[in-house]
């Protein structure tokens, strides 16, 4: 209902933003330096990818006006939040990434819903994708991405530890993952394509170099 998002949203705002730092931080030293990121759900999500080597940015709901590590924009800030958000290897991609969450069209205004969605990578490139709503949709907008539409872009995993569930708000959830197709200059990578589209997973396991660290 609208009243129970409402008050989702006001719970989410009240998560310590020193917490989720810290969480952030700690997440961040664990993937430092690693080669190889495999995320695994029961529901048939196994896909293995590759950082693009630029730093993890943490966003816990404060700006970042004066840090070079951030981009122009991150002297504004999300509120509520709670993500590590990190580019990926464009050329670096197997397996298949099945959402639990909806998701939603962030390039074309009014943004599109898609529910039930499915990635399949292979060789580096999504090769093929699939919805159970939205899928006309989310085709007609994929259409008119430019070249690098079909690489891994980022991966963006949530810290926020109230947020459940909370529609435009899924990728903050504590352990949950959205991970992106597209564009990934504005994080430090090297894939310019103007289009972005996402997939997100609540509950993954995260591992590192063969590490759990999610």
């Not at 939603?104 to 994708?129: C, H, I, N």
């Not at 690098?148 to 949950?176: A, F, H, Q």
């Not at 394509?193 to 590192?208: H, K, M, N, Q, W």
């Amino acid at each position: 209902s609208k009243e129970g998002w409402r008050k989702g949203l006001l719970e989410a705002c009240l998560a310590d933003p020193a917490k989720m730092a810290a969480s952030g931080r700690r997440l961040s030293r664990a993937l430092s330096g690693s080669k190889k990121i495999r995320i695994t759900h029961p529901n048939g999500t196994d896909v293995e990818v590759a950082l693009a080597g630029a730093a993890a940015r943490i966003y816990n709901g404060s700006p970042h006006p004066r840090n070079r590590a951030y981009n122009e924009y991150d002297m504004m800030a999300n509120f509520p939040d709670g993500r590590l958000r990190v580019a990926l290897d464009s050329q670096t991609a197997e397996g298949r990434v099945v959402s639990t969450y909806r998701s939603y069209d962030q390039v074309w205004y009014p943004w599109a819903t898609y529910s039930g969605g499915t990635f399949e990578f292979s060789g580096g490139k999504l090769v093929s994708f699939a919805f159970k709503g939205g899928g006309a949709e989310f085709a007609k907008h994929y259409a008119k991405g430019t070249p690098g539409k079909d690489r891994p872009g980022s991966l963006s995993i949530g810290l926020n530890p109230v947020i459940k569930n909370l529609p435009y708000l899924e990728d903050r959830e504590r352990g949950c993952v959205q991970f992106a197709v597209g564009g990934n200059t504005y994080l430090g990578g090297r894939n310019p394509s103007d289009y972005t589209g996402f997939l997100t997973v609540a509950g993954v396991e995260i591992s590192a170099d063969g590490t759990p660290v999610v």
